[in-house]
């Protein structure tokens, strides 16, 4: 079996590891990843931090878009994949109404195709959600410690304060 390749920007070597179990179609990961983007960018640009992204594909109806959106991404382009997502977060309201919306904004919009390793990296991140006992998104980890912030909740700007104390406290 090949090594599976997360979502991942930031140094390898960084005293920070943040793993963020998102998906795309869940309105209160958009939230958490706006507050993410912008707090984390200057650290991860300092190497201060690595920034891990894994899309938890849930059963739930609407979540069921967000797997099928993330079916198109190409991880070996972390850059490119990280400015489709920050517009599949924008557009959020638009390609969760159905099926063909999303993978019509995927094809056509975007001219994204499946990608060949989407379902093995699907089952291993199931298998950790599982094993690590992860329920629901947006799940965080800060160095392998649960990031405490209220998803249904917290504003952007709430989790963005929240997440510059945790690191701080680093």
């Given at each position: 079996m090949t090594e599976i390749q997360h979502l991942t920007v930031g140094s390898k070597d960084a005293n920070i590891t943040i793993e963020a179990f998102i998906n795309f179609a869940c309105p209160?990961?958009?939230?958490?990843?706006?507050?993410?983007?912008?707090?984390?960018?200057?650290?991860?640009?300092?190497?201060?931090?690595?920034?891990?992204?894994?899309?938890?594909?849930?059963?739930?109806?609407?979540?069921?878009?967000?797997?099928?959106?993330?079916?198109?991404?190409?991880?070996?382009?972390?850059?490119?994949?990280?400015?489709?997502?920050?517009?599949?977060?924008?557009?959020?309201?638009e390609w969760t109404l159905n099926f063909e919306t999303i993978e019509r904004k995927m094809e056509h919009e975007l001219g994204l195709s499946p990608q060949k390793n989407a379902?093995?990296?699907?089952?291993?991140?199931?298998?950790?959600?599982?094993?690590?006992?992860?329920?629901?998104?947006?799940?965080v980890f800060i160095n392998d410690e649960k990031f405490e912030f209220n998803p249904v909740?917290?504003?952007?700007?709430?989790?963005?304060?929240?997440?510059?104390?945790a690191l701080e406290s680093i």
């Open positions: 209160y990961c958009l939230n958490y990843f706006a507050a993410a983007d912008e707090v984390l960018e200057p650290y991860i640009n300092e190497n201060k931090v690595q920034y891990i992204v894994k899309h938890f594909d849930k059963t739930k109806q609407r979540l069921l878009k967000g797997t099928v959106a993330n079916i198109y991404l190409d991880y070996d382009d972390p850059e490119e994949t990280f400015k489709i997502i920050r517009y599949l977060y924008e557009t959020q309201d379902d093995d990296r699907s089952l291993a991140i199931m298998q950790e959600t599982f094993e690590r006992g992860i329920k629901g998104v947006p799940t909740e917290d504003d952007k700007e709430t989790i963005q304060e929240k997440l510059r104390n």
